[in-house]
């Protein structure tokens, strides 16, 4: 992994190269839905943004609280979520999240990650989205973008998004918590990409250890 000074110069370049918090995480109607961001999350499991969005529309369009959740049947909810995949398995996911959000916490997403992380379906990405986007926490959430690039640089040498969000917590600076999310994952969808990460364009290649091993 690269020391500690340069982890700092890395964040540095990046919050100079890519937009930060505020342009990306509010929309024109202000804060998202706790409750239902809990959902969009559950749905965005091996999707594509897109499929995810159409999933969404369709189930929120016929149920937009817990209560309401629980009305429909299994399978009215695996029916309009179908475009996300994995559809059975995450109807049932959201039967069990709705029933224990209602019976742990009236209906009420809680604020932190452990209570989060307490109820069916949400796993550390989608607690820390939430805690991010929806509670407006100082927290990276790391998503596949994010995992890759940090360990690409050597920002993180982990080999799931879990340890890597572990690993990210430490090491990363308390001025860079609160956009480093937003950094990390523009960064990865524009210029360290999947396939083909382009290296010629990068502001932290001489500190890259992928570029080092690579070239
Ligand atoms: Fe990604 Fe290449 Fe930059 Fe390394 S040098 S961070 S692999 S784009």
């Known amino acids: 992994m690269i020391s500690t000074q ?14 930060g918090r505020t342009k990306d995480a509010k929309g024109p109607k202000g804060q998202p839905d706790p409750f239902r961001s809990c959902i969009s999350c559950m749905l965005s499991a091996q999707s594509l943004d897109s499929n995810t969005a159409k999933a969404s529309k369709a189930l929120f369009a016929l149920a937009r609280t817990p209560q309401q959740m629980l009305a429909l049947s299994d399978e009215e909810v695996a029916a309009a979520i179908k475009p996300c995949g994995l559809y059975n398995n995450k109807a049932r996911n959201i039967r069990k999240f709705c029933t224990a959000l209602l019976a742990d916490h009236d209906g009420v997403v809680p604020r932190t990650r452990e209570g989060l992380l307490g109820l069916p379906g949400i796993g550390r990405k989608c607690a820390d989205i939430v805690m991010s986007f929806v509670f407006d926490e100082d927290v990276i959430a790391v998503d596949t973008h ?9 920002l993180t040498d982990a080999k799931t998004a879990e340890k890597t969000a572990e690993q ?12 480093g999310h937003f950094w990390l994952i523009q960064f990865g969808k524009r210029i360290c990409l999947s396939r083909s990460p382009k290296c010629g364009e990068c502001p932290v290649s001489d500190l890259c250890e992928f570029y080092a091993e690579t070239t």
């Open 6 to 19: 340069q982890v700092e110069e890395v964040y540095r370049r990046l919050a100079k190269a890519m937009p």
């Open 146 to 154: 994010v995992h890759r690039v940090c360990n690409r640089i050597g």
């Open 168 to 179: 990210l917590e430490d090491r990363t600076p308390e001025w860079a918590l609160r956009d």
